[in-house]
């Protein structure tokens, strides 16, 4: 049987409509159901990607029209009656450029399947090939598989810098590439472009690739040092068994900031910028440990996956509650790679989790609903603040709880136990055996590690709203670490109570303390701060705030004069008047090696991140 195939095309770049063509035979029946998915793995909120649905025109196989009607926002029936080969052109509006949508211009084919392929329900097992009919110097970048093999083309000296390119096909034909089923056609996003560099390398018979599209200049020798001991490092952690043997890093690096990525079953797609910072610093740092990231998903999410999205139903909510060890666990990990594998310094490691650390405690909705509950309510309101303080994060309280779980796992078993070993049961229990996990799974697996009961911990921390400022300090110590609390530096956040901007032109309120003296005054958020005790806010309040509240002269007193702000929102100005408080709001949360570790501690934490204390 002929696969369902699915034609690209394009004429005028510029509108960012990609032509779509979708092609079934052996039709049989009277209607014929067409489905596009509602959203995307890796983003637990509907995307409804219908919406950028323009012309939908399904024909019999001699171009005769067929008549249809809409069953959902996403769903077509079709008249199929003594029709055998169903072919639907339909375009698709691809204007949005992100890790996860699908973009057309002059210069690149980017396509997120999942976005804009339609399937029939029934026949999601079929193999599927998709055709590309792009110009005929633009390179693929994709984890499908070409049907005609790729031309090698050596474009490096060092055996361990650079292998080879991949081409398209020569001029006049066109570019086509398989998937054994529309799961995995709907995982394996593709990039055409004649601007894509790239390089690969093979570690332990895994062919590694990176793709970068975009304006960058890659350092492919730093690159592939690094990704090679991070990747080493998960690979060791998984003990060797790797659920691919081919697997793309995607990435697009965009002239502005940006920070995103999204996890395929083969590859993950990455877009960073701004292009003149992404190979050096701190951004370098970022690069990989997002990389880090979205490979180990690979293992967590794409293989080893809670029961209610094996497999993921497109169509719909895919609620579940286990978010806190998709992302949770991953985001930990992420990171802890590359401290373990000796990319991050201390410094770096203690910086990491201690964003996530300051994320909980400015967070008042970890009072308000467990990481468990916000799971299941990513679908009801995402990934932003809509309501302040409403919700904790899969990321953030999701990767504290990792972090405890691997330390008390530790603990329980005197270090002959981790959280590598939950992963690892998982993936050869559940993943390798086609079947999801549940919550009581994920649970008995972590009891099972240690023969101790997790029920306390569970019940108050992934199921309870809490602060869990108690058990972070008591699994801390277990490898030598504090948690310090300190004073905002920032006089507003400390004695006003408020949070604002510091990247955009205006200066607004993004975060109040509950009954601070700013709230109490009436502040609201997305107040834009106009001026304060008459003098223009630039950017510049947290010096004038700091000014305002300093002494008058050595040994006074700080100065609590009242002060008033003129605020605009939504094109009304307010008058806020206040007296700074003595309480301290906002503080800051990080933490650091203690400096008098006892020989416990010592070798805890090098079993813990295999280095020294
Ligand atoms: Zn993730």
């Not at 049989?28 to 995307?47: C, S, V």
């Not at 062919?207 to 592939?224: A, M």
């Not at 299941?376 to 603040?385: K, M, N, V």
């Not at 008033?564 to 007296?579: A, C, D, E, Q, Y």
Request: hydrophobic share 35%.
């Amino acid at each position: 049987m002929n696969p369902v195939k699915y034609i690209f095309s394009y004429s005028e770049p510029q509108k960012h409509l990609i032509d779509i063509e979708f092609i079934a035979e052996n039709i049989n029946g009277d209607e014929t159901t067409i489905q596009l998915p509602a959203w995307r793995p890796g983003r637990y909120e509907l995307g409804n990607f219908a919406k950028n649905v323009k012309q939908f025109f399904p024909q019999d196989k001699k171009g005769n029209p067929l008549t249809f009607h809409k069953a959902t926002k996403d769903c077509w029936k079709i008249n199929t009656k003594n029709v055998s080969t169903l072919h639907i052109k339909y375009n698709y509006y691809a204007v949005e450029l992100n890790a996860g949508s699908s973009f057309l211009d002059d210069k690149q084919l980017y396509v997120n399947p999942v976005n804009c392929c339609v399937y029939i329900p029934e026949r999601m097992n079929e193999a599927c090939e998709v055709e590309l009919k792009i110009p005929n110097n633009y390179i693929v970048a994709t984890s499908l598989k070409p049907d005609t093999p790729p031309i090698p083309i050596a474009i490096g000296t060092s055996p361990q810098e650079s292998t080879f390119m991949r081409k398209t096909l020569p001029f006049g034909e066109r570019w086509r590439g398989v998937a054994s089923n529309y799961h995995e056609l709907a995982d394996s996003p593709f990039i055409a472009s004649p601007t894509i560099q790239h390089n690969l390398f093979v570690m332990d018979g895994v062919e590694f690739n990176l793709w970068f599209q975009g304006e960058c200049k890659p350092n492919w020798s730093k690159l592939i040092n690094d990704f090679f001991i991070f990747i080493n490092e998960q690979f060791v952690t998984m003990k060797g068994v790797t659920p691919t043997n081919e697997y793309h890093f995607l990435f697009h690096i965009l002239p502005y900031r940006f920070y995103h990525g999204v996890e395929h079953l083969s590859s993950t797609v990455i877009a960073l910028g701004p292009s003149y910072e992404v190979m050096r610093g701190d951004s370098f740092l970022e690069l990989l440990s997002i990389s880090s990231h979205e490979l180990f998903h690979a293992w967590n999410i794409k293989a080893i996956r809670p029961a209610e999205m094996h497999p993921y139903d497109y169509t719909k909510e895919n609620y579940s509650r286990l978010g806190f060890v998709c992302e949770g666990v991953t985001t930990y990990y992420g990171d802890f790679f590359l401290y373990r594998s000796g990319i991050y310094s201390d410094f770096e490691v203690n910086r990491a989790l201690s964003k996530h650390l300051q994320n909980h405690f400015d967070n008042f909705g970890r009072y308000n609903l467990s990481v468990a509950d916000s799971s299941f309510d990513s679908w009801l309101d995402g990934y932003t603040e809509i309501v302040p303080h409403r919700k904790t994060s899969i990321y953030s309280e999701g990767c504290l709880i990792a972090f405890m779980t691997d330390l008390m796992i530790r603990k329980y078993s005197n270090n002959e136990r981790s959280l590598d070993d939950v992963m690892l049961h998982l993936y050869n229990e559940f993943a390798k055996k086609e079947k999801g996990y549940t919550e009581v799974d994920y649970k008995t697996t972590v009891e099972q590690m240690t023969g101790h009961s997790f029920d306390e911990f569970f019940r108050n921390y992934v199921y309870k709203a809490n602060s869990y400022e108690n058990a972070l300090i008591e699994c801390i110590e277990y490898v030598g670490f504090q948690l310090h609390t300190s004073f905002s530096k920032k006089y507003h956040e400390r004695h006003y109570g408020i949070k604002v901007s510091e990247t955009t032109p205006a200066t607004k309120v993004i975060a109040i303390y509950p009954n601070s003296v700013a709230e109490k005054a009436g502040i609201q958020l997305n107040d834009e701060i106009i001026s304060i005790n008459g003098y223009q806010i630039k950017n510049n309040l947290t010096e004038w705030s700091k000014y305002l509240g300093q002494p008058a002269f050595a040994n006074a007193s700080e100065d609590k004069s009242e002060v008033t702000l003129i605020v605009n929102n939504t094109g009304k100005t307010r008058i806020i008047t206040f007296t700074p408080s003595s309480e301290d709001y906002y503080k800051t949360y990080f933490i650091q090696k203690t400096s008098t570790p006892t020989e416990a501690q010592k070798k805890n934490f090098n079993a813990w991140s295999k280095r020294k204390f």
